[in-house]
């Protein structure tokens, strides 16, 4: 997978394989799409879906979702 400078991902997990949603050229449109991915998470993802991740373009994250680990 190819990423351009200051850019930001958002991937996912499903039954453990990591998935790209989306990349993003600013972190306001990242996290916009982000909060809505993780809002609507039932809806989005099939079954066997374990998490998203947002993370910057050396995929260092910047923010995750699991809905089922608290903390």
Do not use: C
């Not at 850019?7 to 990591?18: A, H, T």
Request: hydrophobic share 35%.
């Amino acid at each position: 997978m190819t990423v351009q400078t200051n850019q930001y991902v958002i991937l996912f997990w499903i039954k453990g394989e990591e998935h790209l949603d989306s990349d993003h050229s600013t972190l306001q449109d990242a996290r916009q799409r982000f909060e809505y991915l993780k809002d609507n998470w039932q809806d989005v993802f099939p079954e066997g879906f374990v998490a998203i991740e947002l993370t910057d373009q050396y995929f260092d994250q910047i923010d995750q979702f699991n809905p089922f680990h608290e903390g």
